[in-house]
């Protein structure tokens, strides 16, 4: 019997750094090869195709190399010999990504993205686990239509749905508002639950000009007027608590809508959904009134990747408000 193919496309991160002696800190310098060498006994349960697509750390990743990463991804999972795909990623913004992929790809195999919080020079170097569980993730048939899977520390956790959540826990990647789909348990996924709500934008285009700012006591409108005034086509609002934001902010929102700049309002809360529930001025009432854009329960980062994509397919007011607010807001929920 033939053991499926799984394609994996490297893209760098901490799974594929080591320290160099020289500055004493870790950088990008492992092959797919040399990582793939180190996934022990993965030849029994399926056949590897390496791919490099390049050594990026985290930070280095940005929305046009994630939408020519999208083009790669597409291509390798619409070949017939290929079961799924997993990437390679560095965990700064490999939920961002993991997202985009979510968004912008429609297909029933499983796209898995995978990384590492510890370089292969420290004790514990979790990139070989992670990987081995990834497949294991990737060649079940239980992981078909469930879009971009994040698997981390044998944990499978949905692309819209997790975030980083430490800076050093090898468990950084958790799914804080609904737990985990699953677990990777004697080399074979188990799930405990469905991926339901997701959304597909159909675009091979992104707008990049997209800025994001987050809200705190006291702010006034200063950062938003900028970002009006430097070309910004979108502004993601992380607002406080349930969606509000500091009276003096409403000034910089309103220049923004006049000017038609999409406002897109999310939490600066790690969990909950904005709604325009306080009346005060400065409140997510007032905000709605006002035009802005309600996104939901997604944290800000992942808001301005999905505003992104939206800006690319639409401009009209009402269909932008449609994609940014499926499924999240009480007008248009199943």
Same mark, same amino acid.
């Given at each position: 019997m033939s053991k499926p193919k799984v394609a994996i496309i490297f893209t760098g991160g901490t799974i594929s750094m080591s320290v160099d002696p020289r500055i004493g800190a870790a950088i990008p310098s492992l092959s797919s090869d040399e990582?793939?060498?180190?996934?022990?006994?993965?030849d029994k349960f399926a056949e590897i195709e390496s791919i490099e697509f390049g050594k990026l750390p985290g930070p280095h990743m940005d929305p046009l190399k994630m939408m020519e990463l999208r083009s790669l991804v597409l291509k390798t999972v619409q070949r017939e010999d290929i079961c799924g795909v997993i990437i390679t990623h560095g965990t700064d913004t490999l939920e961002e990504t993991a997202y985009l992929l979510d968004l912008s790809i429609n297909c029933e195999k499983?796209? @898995?993205?995978? %990384? !590492?919080?510890?370089?292969?020079? +420290?004790?514990?170097?979790?990139?070989?686990?992670?990987?081995?569980?990834?497949?294991?993730?990737?060649?079940?048939?239980?992981?078909?239509?469930?879009?971009?899977?994040?698997?981390?520390n044998n944990t499978v956790n949905a692309a819209g749905e997790v975030t980083k959540t430490n800076t050093l826990s090898l468990d950084t990647f958790k799914s804080l508002e609904f737990g985990a789909l699953g677990v990777v348990d004697n080399?074979?996924?188990?799930y405990h639950r469905?991926?339901?709500?997701r959304q597909y934008i159909p675009t091979n285009k992104i707008e990049t000009n997209v800025d994001l700012i987050k809200c705190a006591a006291g702010m006034?409108?200063?950062?938003?007027?900028?970002? @009006?005034?430097? %070309? !910004?086509?979108?502004?993601?609002? +992380?607002a406080l608590g349930r969606g509000n934001v500091p009276p003096q902010m409403l000034e910089g929102i309103k220049y923004a809508i006049d000017k038609g700049v999409f406002v897109v309002v999310v939490s600066r809360c790690p969990t909950g959904r904005v709604l325009d529930t306080y009346g005060y001025e400065g409140g997510g009432k007032q905000l709605r009134e006002m035009g802005a854009i309600f996104g939901g329960d997604l944290p800000g980062q992942k808001a301005r990747i999905k505003l992104m994509l939206a800006l690319s397919v639409t401009q009209d007011e009402k269909e932008l408000r449609d994609i940014m607010e499926h499924g999240q807001y009480y007008e248009n929920e199943i």
């Open positions: 990582i793939m060498s180190l996934v022990t006994n993965i499983p796209i @898995v993205v995978v %990384g !590492a919080m510890r370089n292969s020079s +420290e004790l514990g170097y979790d990139g070989p686990s992670n990987l081995a569980a990834a497949v294991c993730t990737v060649i079940s048939p239980h992981s078909k239509n469930k879009g971009v899977l994040v698997v981390m080399d074979r996924v188990i469905n991926v339901v709500n006034d409108s200063k950062f938003i007027k900028y970002s @009006v005034d430097t %070309g !910004a086509k979108g502004i993601v609002l +992380e």
